[in-house]
T-cell receptor, first 110, second 114 residues
């Protein structure tokens, strides 16, 4: 089983719709969680950290479910510019290494 | 925000040659630098972690004699792919960190070995 699993997609979503991704992780000792966005052939960029209480940044909402070991990302009122690959990243306190999911590809269609 | 540069952005080399990739933190001192590799449609895979002035720690399955990492200063780390082969063709990305969880990524280097 992979340490961090994501549905690769692609998710084809009409502009303006709401879309949600989940990501599951296997290490129950994981302490830090992030969502990164990666555009084609570019480096990943931090979208948001995921806190235990959940957090929201504009149209983006991230949630953490420790009991079920998954994190989610919700994008409301999707824009064409949201088209990208969204990477789920998990880290434990023990070694600070980031464990990356393979990413979920999102395509927003006009 | 913190800026990390990589050079070159793209390189094509012949099989058997060596290629050096530079990673620089431009406006902060990076105590730790990470080197990742990403094959098409796959996740970033950590290759090694390097702390300034000490030897890099390589991930399992990554040959340290093939992927030479030097982190001689707080702003520069280099990755040298020695005796490159076509299977080494990949997207190599570095990240730099002044604190454990905040990693700032370089723009990546696309290596093609012919």
């Amino acid at each position: 089983r992979k340490e961090v699993e994501q549905d690769p997609g692609p998710f084809n979503v009409p502009e303006g719709a709401t879309v949600a991704f989940n990501c599951t992780y296997s290490n129950s000792a994981s302490q830090s969680f992030f969502w990164y966005r990666q555009d084609c052939r570019k480096e990943p960029k931090l979208l948001m950290s995921v806190y235990s209480s959940g957090n929201e940044d504009g149209r983006f909402t991230a949630q953490l479910n420790r009991a079920s070991q998954y994190i989610s990302l919700l994008i409301r009122d999707s824009k064409l510019s949201d088209s990208a690959t969204y990477l789920c990243v998990v880290s434990s306190d023990s070694n600070y290494q980031l464990i990356w999911g393979a990413g979920t590809k999102l395509i927003i269609k006009p | 925000g913190a800026v990390v540069s990589q050079h070159p952005s793209r390189v094509i080399c012949k099989s058997g040659t060596s290629v050096k990739i530079e990673c620089r933190s431009l406006d902060f001192q990076a105590t730790t630098m990470f080197w990742y590799r990403q094959f098409p449609k796959q996740s970033l895979m950590l290759m090694a972690t390097s702390n300034e002035g000490s030897k890099a720690t390589y991930e399992q399955g990554v040959e340290k004699d093939k992927f030479l990492i030097n982190h001689a200063s707080l702003t520069l780390s280099t990755l040298t792919v020695t005796s490159a082969h076509p299977e080494d063709s990949s997207f190599y990305i570095c990240s730099a960190s002044d604190r454990a969880y905040e990693q700032y990524f370089g723009p990546g280097t696309r290596l093609t070995v012919t």
